[in-house]
Structures are given as C-alpha cells and as structure tokens.
C-alpha cells in the first residue's frame, strides 16, 4: 500500500519554514514512528511536511504526483484547520484516496470529525499496532471500520523512530539540512537529535489532565534504557550528534530510570551535552540524582513553574510550591543547570496579585530562558472543561490553541495589563544581569586551563620560532 503521511504544523510559522526554530525544526516522533511501523509492515510510505511547502498548490502538485492509495494525517487541535485543508485537497485530488487521522485531537475529539465526508478512519489513541493492520486490510481490500481503537504497545516492542523520514523529505524539498533537528539553545550544538523515551505522566495537572491520560493509559510506560541507548547510538552512527533533547513530558519521574540510564549513557561513550523536562519538586527531592544527570551530560531542564501564587498552583493542580520552585532554581544552579522555565499568565480566577507574585518568582529564579504562555485551555482537560462550563473561552478558531502570548483566550482578563505583565515578566534585575555578566567573564576567562596557558606564557620564555 503506498501511503502519505501527512504533518500539517504550520499554524506557528507557516509554510516554507523549515529551519526556523522549534515550530519548524523538529520531527514529529508520531508519525516518525508510525512510518517505521509501516515500513516492517511491508508498506510503501512517503511523509509530505507542510512546513516544507511553498504553499497549497506546491502541495496539491506534491499530493498528485506521489498518488498514494491511503494519506494519514496527525491533528494536534492548533492543528485542525490545515490539517482540513490537507484533507480536502487529498479528495480532490483523488476522490479513491483513503483519509485517515489521529493525534491528539482526534483521540480526544472524535465526535468533531466523525460526521466530516473527508475523513474515512479516524484512529484514536495509539496507532503503532492498528495503523499498520488498518493498511494490511486496505491492501487486501477488507473493510475497516471507521473508528479505529488503538491500543497501549510496548514501547520496546516497536521500531526506533525513522528519523530520516522528515530529514530526507526536507532535502528533497531542497533545505540544505545539515543539523537533523534545528538546535534552540548555545548548551546544544548542532548536529541535534530529539528523542522520546516513555509515554505519560503521573501527575495531575487541571490544564492537561485527563487528557494525557486518555491518550496514553494511566500506566506511564517507558521503553527500557537499552532500547534508547540502541536508538541513541543509530543516531549516533547516522548523524553523529553532538547535543539531544528528550520530549518526554516528564523524564525524571522514574529516579530509578534516570540512573540506570545516566550510568548506561556514560558505559555507552556518550558525554553529547543534553535537556529534558522535569518538574521543581522531583528536582528538589532528589538533589543526588540532579548532580548525576550534570555529571554526564544534561545542560538544562524544561521546568513547568507556572505560576509563583501557592493558591494558582493550588487551583491548577500543579503538585508545586513557590517555595519548590525557587529551591529547585537554586539546585540546578549549583550544578551549572540551565533553566527554561515554563509558567502561565491569564489562568482563570488568577488575580493581578497573583501574576506579580509570578513576577517575582522570576526575579528570584532569574532562568536562562523564559518561556511564558498566556493560558490556553486545551481540549481534553479539566480546566478546559471549567472555561466551557463557565462561559470563559475566547477561543473561536482552531488556530487559537496555539500556547503563544499574542492573543486573549479568557475573557475577563486585562490582557492590556497582561501584556505588561509578560514584558515585565522577561526583565532581569540590575543584580542578576551583573551576576550574569560576571559568570560569562568568569567562564571566559578564568578556566584553569587557560590560566595555566597564560601563567606558562608569562613564566616560560618564548620559543625561538627558528
Ligand atoms: S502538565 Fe506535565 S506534569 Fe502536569 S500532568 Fe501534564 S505532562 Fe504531567
């Protein structure tokens, strides 16, 4: 069967923008991996990326002249709109094509695309399993039904993500890659690989749960540190990386996890420089585990602060303190940890009080990188279902789910003040820029190597270059 898959992630910087940081610099490691699961099953699989289109027409044009029999396209719900339009096209093109979606959006809102004539399967949860059994039964030329229910696979079971699917796609499209994924910060250099190493999350936030859970089960599954580290060293063979990311929405949860593999990673030869996402009171409760992940390569956590109000975190759920917070800032300063701390502005309920308390958690954390949202209530979760009860969303269009700060989505929010409050947010302290300053001209300049390089020249006389 040959098959298109489909990613639509334009709604953050459109088409032709491959390369231009996270939004257009990333694989998608869902269709990554459905591609590799495609392929063992014998089918012929091409991946069109909207984000390497110049426009619809580039890719009707690129459509027809794949002509594939099936085309499968992921919805994140900021998605939906393009990912309509990719459908839309594909039955113009070849009114016998077979439409299939899945993603997050599709398993959490079936019902707003069951009843679209565009759509012919919609797969919902996880497909490694069904997808590749839906394409055999389309290629046998059995019926398969329109929903089509995923199941849990074990994640050592399923091939390692193709990478190269997304990466040779882009230098098809003519995008001189040269990095496999686009790196964002200085502490990782480029060539940059991602990752993805469990599945789901323990924890219970009002903004994303239940849905995390309906996707993934309320098991969280991780594949085994053998299986990533065989991943890892494919990649490293391939592409030769000099800096990773793991996506996992929570790495550090399994402490007994993090250690076989911090300890597997060193065993492996790996010292490539490395982030991941982890959350302040697991950083603050397991100090020993921070400095291991530091000793081997981690350069900096994703942290999700949200807010720095006790009764915010409280409301959503978070599981934090502001007092955790700012103890788990200080712990990964010690270990030379960068932040990049994700938090929230414009939560329902929240007061302008509450968000300078925000204000003021940052002051003191004074991360490396900020990362705000204005809130942005997804579909799926507990939160959302509040704004829909209360009558609090402001959100009309698809496109809107997009987390960026540049639109309200709650009404009775001064997003004027807000706007402030996000600049303000963002400003370093007269103390913590000259901090900053000094740790720059200290790193700089005074590495004992380059202070015994300077003593020796100072002490030792020149060499005669004759
Ligand atoms: S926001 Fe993060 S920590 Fe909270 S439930 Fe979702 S994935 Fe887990």
Same mark, same amino acid.
């Given at each position: ?13 459109? $088409? ?36 390497? /289109? ?5 890719? *009707? ?7 594939? =029999? ?38 959490? /809102? ?22 590749? *059994? ?13 929903? !089509?229910?995923?199941?849990?696979? =074990? ?12 990466? =040779? ?11 496999? *994924? ?12 991602? @990752? !993805?190493?469990?599945?789901?999350? /323990? ?29 890892? *060293? @494919? ?12 996506? #996992? ?9 993090? !250690?076989? $593999? ?24 397991? #100090?020993?585990?921070?400095?291991? /992940? ?15 109000? #006790?009764?915010?975190?409280? $409301? ?27 938090? @929230? ?28 949202? $204005? ?23 698809? #496109? ?9 989505? !709650? ?56």
């Amino acid at each position: 069967m040959k098959v298109c898959l489909i990613y639509p992630g334009i709604v953050g910087k459109g $088409f032709d923008s491959i390369g231009q940081g996270m939004d257009s610099g990333w694989i998608s490691h869902g269709l990554a991996i459905l591609s590799a699961c495609a392929k063992k099953a014998g089918h012929n699989v091409s991946l069109i990326d909207l984000r390497a /289109m110049k426009g619809w027409e580039h890719f *009707e044009r690129e459509l027809a002249a794949r002509a594939p =029999d099936a085309v499968a396209v992921t919805i994140m719900s900021a998605d939906y709109n393009p990912a309509m339009r990719c459908l839309e096209l594909a039955k113009q093109v070849n009114p016998q094509v077979v439409t299939m979606v899945g993603g997050a959006h599709a398993t959490i /809102m079936p019902h707003e695309l069951a009843d679209n004539p565009i759509i012919d399967h919609i797969i919902i949860g996880e497909g490694e399993n069904v997808f590749p *059994e839906a394409l055999d039964k389309l290629a046998r030329g059995e019926a398969v039904e329109q929903i !089509i229910t995923g199941d849990h696979p =074990d994640l050592d079971a399923i091939p390692y993500a193709d990478h190269n699917l997304f990466i =040779d796609e882009w230098r098809a499209q003519g995008y001189a890659v040269t990095s496999p *994924e686009a790196p964002f910060v200085q502490e990782l250099p480029p060539p940059f690989v991602t @990752m !993805i190493a469990g599945r789901g999350c /323990m924890y219970n936030c009002s903004y994303c749960q239940p849905a995390e859970r309906h996707i993934f089960g309320r098991k969280v599954r991780r594949r085994s540190v053998a299986n990533v580290i065989g991943e890892l *060293e @494919m990649l490293r063979d391939q592409f030769n990386f000099a800096s990773m990311m793991f996506h #996992d929405d929570c790495l550090t949860e399994d402490r007994e996890w993090v !250690i076989e $593999f911090c300890q597997a990673y060193r065993a492996a030869g790996f010292t490539q420089p490395f982030f991941c996402q982890s959350r302040a009171d697991i950083i603050v409760k397991n #100090d020993d585990m921070v400095a291991l /992940m530091a000793k081997v390569g981690l350069r900096g956590y994703f942290i999700g602060f949200e807010s720095g109000s #006790d009764r915010v975190l409280r $409301f959503i759920r978070k599981g934090t303190k502001r007092a955790q917070n700012l103890a788990a800032a200080r712990i990964c300063k010690k270990y030379g940890i960068a932040i990049w701390a994700n938090y @929230m502005l414009g939560l329902p309920t929240e007061t302008k009080e509450e968000v300078l308390e925000t204000i003021s958690m940052l002051k003191e954390i004074d991360p490396d990188y900020y990362s705000p949202a $204005f809130y942005t209530p997804h579909p799926g979760s507990d939160l959302y279902d509040y704004c829909m009860e209360n009558d609090l969303s402001l959100i009309t269009d698809h #496109d809107s789910f997009r987390r960026n700060p540049d639109e309200a989505k !709650i009404k009775g929010v001064d997003y004027e003040w807000l706007n402030w409050a996000l600049g303000e947010s963002q400003v370093r302290t007269p103390t913590n820029r000259l901090k900053r300053a000094t740790r720059r001209i200290w790193r700089r300049y005074a590495q004992p190597k380059k202070i015994i390089r300077k003593l020796r020249r100072m002490i030792l006389p020149e060499r005669n270059p004759a």
